[in-house]
Structure formats: structure tokens, C-alpha cells
């Protein structure tokens, strides 16, 4: 299974949530990679400081990595992608190649509505159930 961690908001714990998936992951043990579609290169960088890892780590930061990235699957139980902040080129390909895609997120309203925004995103064709103007109506007014 392919699993990527894609917010259009950065900082809210992608990189670090693929790192410890992926760690636990192989810790069962089952066989993991671990994506790097982020030209920053957080986990290629975190990858570089350990001297030991169970679990293999690629980068593949580029418009197109949907196809090399299920094709690399093949020879995986699991593949976790930390994808960019953004909805660009990357995000789509990332969630082409995904079968799971989770959006972590910060407890805050307007990060909740930025996701249904990300979600409601067309091109994606992901969250029908995100309301119409990507505000929870079960907020209170004061935090529409
Ligand atoms: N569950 C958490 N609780 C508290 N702090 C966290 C948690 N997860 C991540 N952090 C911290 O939040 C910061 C951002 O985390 P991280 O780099 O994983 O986010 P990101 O979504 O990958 O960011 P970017 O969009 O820049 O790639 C880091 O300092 C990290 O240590
Ligand atoms: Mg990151």
C-alpha cells in the first residue's frame, strides 16, 4: 500500500509523521520506503544523520514521480510518501500514486478549513463531504 502525508500548509508534521510511520512500519517487520517528494529534503537530510535504518529511502521530488514511485512499490509492503506544502505538481502526483492519502493538521479552525480547501481542490477530486465554503458547520460562528 502506498500512503502519502500531503497538506497545501507546511509545518503541520508531514516529515514527521513519514518518518515515524515508516519506522514503525519496519519495526514489525515489514518492508518499507520511504518517499522524499519534498525538494526540500527533510528526510533525505534525516536519512543522511542515521547511521543505521530499517527501512530504505528515496528522493523524488519532481512533477512526474507518480510512475516510478508505483513501480518502485512492487518490492515493498508499505511505501510512505512526505510530500511538499503546496497543491502543486508534486501533491497531484503523489496523490495519482497513493491509495491512502492522509492530511495532517493543526487543531486549529482555519487550518480545518484549509484543508477542505485542498481537498475540494477539483483537480484532486477528493472530499465531496468537505462543506461549500470549506468551514465545518458544526464550528461556532465566531470561528466561521
Ligand atoms: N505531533 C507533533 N507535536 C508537536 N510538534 C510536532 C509534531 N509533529 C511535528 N512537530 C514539529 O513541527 C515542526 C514541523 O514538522 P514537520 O517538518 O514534520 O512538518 P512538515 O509538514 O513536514 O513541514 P514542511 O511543510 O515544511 O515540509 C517540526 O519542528 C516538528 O518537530
Ligand atoms: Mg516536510
Known amino acids: ?10 509545518g503541520v508534521g508531514k516529515s514527521t509523521l513519514s518518518v515515524n510511520v515508516a ?3 519496519a519495526k514489525k517487520p515489514r518492508k518499507v520506503l520511504l518517499i522524499d517528494a519534498d525538494t526540500q529534503g527533510t528526510v ?9 535504518r530499517k527501512f530504505q529511502v528515496v528522493s523524488m ?13 512492487v518490492d515493498y509492503q508499505d511505501v510512505i510518501i512526505d510530500g511538499p506544502p503546496g497543491a502543486g505538481k508534486i501533491t497531484r502526483a ?11 493538521i493543526e487543531l486549529q479552525a482555519v487550518a480545518q478549513g484549509g484543508v477542505c480547501g ?22 461556532p460562528d465566531s470561528e466561521k
Do not use: H
Open 118 to 139: 485542498f481537498a475540494k481542490t477539483g483537480e484532486y477530486g477528493l472530499g465531496p463531504r468537505c462543506p461549500r465554503n470549506g468551514r465545518d458547520e458544526r464550528l
Open 44 to 52: 533525505a537530510a534525516w536519512a543522511a544523520l542515521r547511521e543505521e
Open 61 to 73: 521530488a519532481r512533477d512526474n514521480m507518480a510512475r516510478d514511485a508505483m513501480a518502485m512499490a
Open 23 to 25: 519506522a514503525y512500519l
Open 94 to 104: 503523489a496523490i495519482i500514486a497513493s491509495d491512502v492519502v492522509l492530511v495532517p
Open 1 to 10: 500500500m502506498i500512503v502519502s502525508f500531503l497538506n497545501q500548509k507546511g
